[in-house]
């Protein structure tokens, strides 16, 4: 299994950016993906969640009405849509997939990408 984030960077606080992760190495299109992100000193939180054919989506209540999730299983990849970017969305991003594990319990990464919301 391979998860690769990308889309992060710099942006004033108002912008957008759109991540992108490509998955590879297992069924994608079986599978539920997430977005989450880890500020420097706190831990990684739950940002949002589609299911495996897109049809269901659901959102931390920070990013509710500003981020949209979706999928494009035909390219393998999980999108997160960020609009009206708040400094409090500084993070590193990332997804994984859900109900996929291994050595038991442990979850598949991808590196991240850093967003920044600064002016």
């Known amino acids: 299994v391979q998860l690769v984030e990308s889309g992060g960077g710099l942006v004033q606080p108002g912008g957008s950016l759109r991540l992108s992760c490509a998955a590879s190495?297992?069924?994608?299109?079986?599978?539920?993906m997430s977005w989450y992100r880890q500020a420097p000193g706190k831990e990684r939180e739950l940002v949002a969640v589609?299911?495996?054919?897109?049809?269901?989506?659901n959102y931390a209540d920070s990013v509710k009405g500003r981020f949209t999730i979706s999928r494009d299983n035909s390219k393998n990849t999980v999108y997160l849509q960020m609009n009206s970017l708040k400094p409090e969305d500084t993070a590193v991003y990332y997804c994984?997939?859900?109900?996929?594990?291994?050595?038991?319990?442990?979850?598949?990464w991808g590196q991240g990408t850093q967003v920044t919301v600064s002016s």
């Open positions: 994984t997939v859900i109900g996929l594990y291994y050595s038991g319990t442990r979850r598949y």
């Open positions: 589609i299911t495996s054919a897109g049809g269901t989506t």
């Open positions: 190495g297992f069924t994608f299109s079986t599978y539920g």
